[in-house]
C-alpha cells in the first residue's frame, strides 16, 4: 500500500525558503500515481492546491503561488519536494502531499483525484 510522509522544519521566519520534502513508500514515485501534488490547508479555510509533478516530470503550478513555489523530484529515492519562498504569516498552514489516480490533467488541482495523501505537517510562519 502506497504511504506519503511529508517531513521539513515546523517554524520558519518571514522571508526565508520553506522546504518540504514526500517520502514515497509502499509503491514507486514514477509509476503508482499519475500526478504527484502539494496542498496546503491556512487555518479556518479550505485546501489549497499549490502544484503538481506529473509522471513525466511535467510541473504545473497555482497561478498565485507560481512565482514563489518549486516542486521537483527525486526518483531515486522515491521523494518529491516543495520549495516556498518569500513566506510571510499568511503561509502558515498544514502542508500535504498527495498521489493522483485520475491520468487527466484538468483534476490535478481538485480533490477528487486524489488516492493518496500524507498525514500533513504543520508549517508556521513567524519572527
Known amino acids: 500500500q502506497v504511504q506519503l510522509q511529508e517531513s521539513g522544519p515546523g517554524l520558519v521566519k518571514p522571508s526565508q525558503t520553506v522546504s518540504l520534502t514526500c517520502t514515497v513508500s509502499?509503491?514507486?514515485?514514477?509509476?503508482?500515481?499519475?500526478?504527484w501534488s502539494w496542498i496546503r490547508q491556512p487555518p479556518g479555510k479550505g485546501l489549497e492546491w499549490m502544484g503538481v509533478i506529473n509522471a513525466d516530470g511535467t510541473t504545473y503550478y497555482s497561478p498565485s503561488l507560481k512565482s514563489r513555489t518549486s516542486i521537483s523530484w527525486d526518483t531515486s529515492k522515491n521523494q518529491f519536494s516543495l520549495q516556498l519562498t518569500s513566506v510571510t504569516p499568511e503561509d502558515t498552514a498544514v502542508y500535504y502531499c498527495a498521489g493522483a489516480n485520475s491520468p487527466y490533467p484538468e483534476t490535478w488541482f481538485s480533490r477528487r483525484a486524489y488516492t493518496y495523501w500524507g498525514q500533513g505537517t504543520q508549517v508556521t510562519v513567524s519572527s
Open positions: 509502499g509503491g514507486s514515485i514514477g509509476r503508482d500515481a499519475y500526478a
